[in-house]
């Protein structure tokens, strides 16, 4: 907790987007919150802001992908964040950015394996942003 406070109160360097308050921008808001910490110089996030579109963001939606039960990666279906937003180039609903929690398994793993490493953590889970039609296909 005390280098991530202390990495918070570091000034901003060439790039804002590496600085810690902008890659981990919930936990710093969250932080300054809870510990009233000072205010500090205002830092732009360019990258984060460009992401999530927050002046144009409309509402949020949970959806639920549709389970397919012949693989067992998705007997259960998948869950992902969909954001709606009034940006021009993001009109149409396929084009709504979201935000997935996945595992990422290894394309070398055989059937077994796979099910095993699956079923009991075996595999990393990483976030991943990406546009709707890539979840809203046959």
Known sequence: MDATLAS???PVGENPDDHPRCRFTARYHWLKEQLALPELQPGACPGFE???NLPAAQGIS???VSAFLDNPASLYGH???KFHT???HFDHFLFSPTLNFGAVSDPEDGAIEY???GVFGGYDGVFSDERFYNFNHI
């Open 115 to 117: 099910a095993v490493r």
């Open 62 to 64: 949970l959806v639920f």
């Open 79 to 81: 869950l992902l964040i």
């Open 8 to 10: 918070f109160l570091e």
């Open 50 to 52: 460009y992401w999530a």
């Open 86 to 88: 009034t940006v021009s």
